[in-house]
């Protein structure tokens, strides 16, 4: 197009969301069953949503915030961080966000410069990439060990650390496979940062879903990693707040006016009705983080169980956490995910993500999301198995 020359590079590289388009195509297709979208189909919770209701009839959010964000609220996840995360924080080292999105954003852009390398385990979320690429450096993709359940190929991080590399950036529980990446695992990955003067990036939104005995483990509370680690967290996986967009990071407190510094031009603060209703959140009763882990082990168990009806079509490993899974496509037309997912949207009426969204190991996946009601689950599963048997 005529027009090209002016839109930078590092933005004409990337290429259009996967998960974007399936949801755009699927508007195109009449009762579709949706697996597509990483989007709870709960509710806000009633307590937080009267939080907010309240901030707003007290003439509380008309406003900007503090750039960090609310006094209050940093307070709150202050508390949080020790009780549930074992980090020790202060209110210095925390930066409210729009969503983990915007602090992982706004963390690579003050860590990262120009052809600077940053390790990504791969498969990994599609935007990690992108965050890399529109602050001009590489992404480094290492594959992990699928036949262990996609756990971190260590050695294989160590053969990609070059004098270029800068950080490594993991999501746990992932995104899309829905391993846990384990303490002794992060721990050496921690001695990996520390050996090499890396910075490491986390993304630890699906921290509370969990499952089988699994722990979560923040790499954050290995006290010598202090200078070294940025953690990106979400109110809106933990509590179905996605359309609420805030979320929260914690660092050093030499590193936070720094990222501060990205965050201002990105987004000045987070909205602040939605820092009001994420005080609610913490301050409120907690049984409704419960109730959705239960809800999402039950819709994965069955979704592994209609994934076994299919043992012909698919592979997978059961996630450990999160409420995603990446099952491994064994029919030949499965080497291109785009066009399986496509076709099967569109004779199917079932909407899935392409694997190679999350990286080129990626390819001959598909991403299913089971944060949704049985029901969809199950007319997604029979219109499956009238399709391919």
């Known amino acids: 197009m005529k027009y090209n020359w002016r839109i930078s590079k590092r933005v004409s590289q990337i290429q259009k969301s996967a998960i ?22 709960s509710d806000t919770p009633e307590h937080i949503k009267e939080a907010a209701i309240s901030a707003i009839r007290n003439g509380s959010v008309g406003g900007y915030s503090e750039n960090s964000g609310l006094v209050e609220l940093r307070e709150e996840i202050v508390k949080k961080l020790k009780k549930d995360n074992n980090v020790n924080a202060n209110i210095s080292q925390i930066l409210i966000t729009v969503g983990a999105i915007e602090g992982l954003a706004s963390a690579v852009m003050a860590l990262v410069d120009p052809g600077d390398e940053v390790i990504l385990p791969s498969p990994t979320y599609s935007t990690h990439i992108r965050q890399v690429v529109i602050a001009s450096g590489k992404p480094v993709l290492v594959p992990t060990i699928e036949e262990e359940g996609f756990i971190l190929d260590i050695e294989g991080i160590k053969k990609a650390i070059t ?8 999501c746990s529980p992932n995104n899309p496979t829905g391993t846990v990446i384990d303490e002794e695992q992060l721990r050496q990955l921690a001695e990996i940062s520390l050996e090499n003067n890396l910075m490491v990036i986390t993304d630890e939104a699906y921290e509370y879903f969990v499952y089988d005995g699994h722990k979560h483990f923040s790499i954050a509370s290995i006290p010598e990693m ?21 979320g929260y990071l914690h660092a050093h407190e030499e590193l936070i006016p720094q990222i501060a510094k990205a965050h201002i031009p990105f987004a000045i603060c987070a909205p602040v009705v939605s820092q009001y209703a994420a005080l609610g959140a913490l301050k409120g009763p907690q049984d409704c983080v419960v109730k959705f882990r239960e809800h999402y082990l039950s819709t994965r168990n069955l979704m592994c169980q209609r994934l076994d009806d299919l043992d012909s079509v698919f592979d997978y490993h059961k996630p450990e956490g999160s409420y995603l899974m990446f099952p491994r496509i064994l029919l030949d037309e499965g080497r291109d995910s785009t066009t399986f997912c496509k076709k099967l949207l569109k004779e199917a009426k079932v909407s ?10 990626g390819q001959r996946h598909l991403r299913l999301s089971f944060c949704i009601s049985e029901e969809e689950i199950n007319k997604a599963f029979d219109r499956m198995e009238t399709y391919f048997l």
Do not use: Q
């Open 20 to 41: 974007h388009e399936m949801t755009r195509l699927s508007k195109e297709v009449e009762d579709v069953a949706f697996l597509s979208w990483a989007k709870p189909t």
């Open 163 to 170: 004098p270029k590399t800068k950080a490594i950036m993991y």
């Open 226 to 246: 202090s200078k070294n680690v940025v953690s990106c967290y979400t109110f809106t996986k933990t509590y179905a707040m996605t359309g609420w967009r805030i």
């Open 352 to 361: 899935t993500t392409p694997g190679i969204a999350f990286g080129p190991t």
